[in-house]
């Protein structure tokens, strides 16, 4: 199975600041169709995830031009700019290129 | 619009098998990919498996021995079953639907396994 090593655990900010989240994948994402298939996703507390980003930088509907997703192969990153409010909840990886999808094991977003 | 909901007992004794049920609306389960995903109580997501538009199945490896996917398209409803149940499958299920570009969510369902 893909590991995914996301980190950092835990990433206190400050509202307005820059917010940084890595994502390492034992293996390379790229499928044999050309596409990589890495996603981002935010859980806020008490709700469902909400896909922020898929394959790799494709921000997806709704997601504000604060987000933006970069890499390739097996080392990605989220990338969060101007911190609000409601950007706060655990920010989770998935890779869907190989089987068993796995998710990355979560950053949890604090205010500082 | 789409709109998933999980439903299935909320308390399942050890050794028992679990049954929950996605029911969706606002699309065709032949044009999707359904799967199940879910977090135990404080910790992070774990993918189970999926039913693909064209009815195949795919399972995370731990739980393949031990789990089903299937559907009813004519009911729009998703199937998850597990059997042999311990402490340690209590969480939130959640059902998501994805396409190339597109993904929802349920709200969860909270299964506790005691007895």
């Known amino acids: 199975d893909v590991v995914m090593t996301q980190t950092p655990v835990s990433l206190p900010v400050s509202l307005g600041g820059q917010a940084s989240i890595s994502c390492r994948s034992s293996?390379?994402?790229?499928?044999?169709?050309?596409?990589?298939?890495l996603h981002w996703y935010l859980q806020k507390p008490g709700q469902s995830p909400q896909l922020l980003i898929y394959r790799v930088s494709n921000r997806f509907s709704g997601v504000p031009d604060r987000f933006s997703g970069s890499g390739s192969g097996t080392d990605f990153t989220l990338k969060i700019s101007r911190v609000e409010p409601e950007d706060l909840g655990d920010y989770y990886c998935l890779q869907s290129t190989h089987f068993p999808f796995t998710f990355g094991s979560g950053t949890k977003l604090e205010i500082k | 619009q789409v709109q998933l909901k999980e439903s299935g007992p909320g308390l399942v004794q050890p050794s028992q098998t679990l049954s929950l049920t996605c029911t969706v609306s606002?699309?065709?389960?032949?044009?999707?990919?359904v799967h199940w995903v879910r977090q135990p109580p404080g910790k992070g997501l774990e993918w189970m498996g999926g039913i693909w538009g064209d009815g195949s199945t795919a399972y995370n490896s731990a739980l393949k021995s031990r789990l089903s996917i299937s559907r009813d398209t004519s009911k729009s409803q998703v199937f998850l079953k597990m059997n042999s149940l311990q402490t340690e499958d209590t969480a939130i299920y959640f059902c998501?639907?994805?396409?190339?570009?597109?993904?929802?969510w349920g709200q969860g369902v909270m299964v506790t396994v005691s007895s």
């Open positions: 998501r639907v994805s396409g190339s570009s597109d993904d929802y």
């Open positions: 293996q390379s994402l790229v499928h044999s169709n050309g596409n990589t298939y």
């Open positions: 606002g699309f065709s389960l032949t044009s999707y990919d």
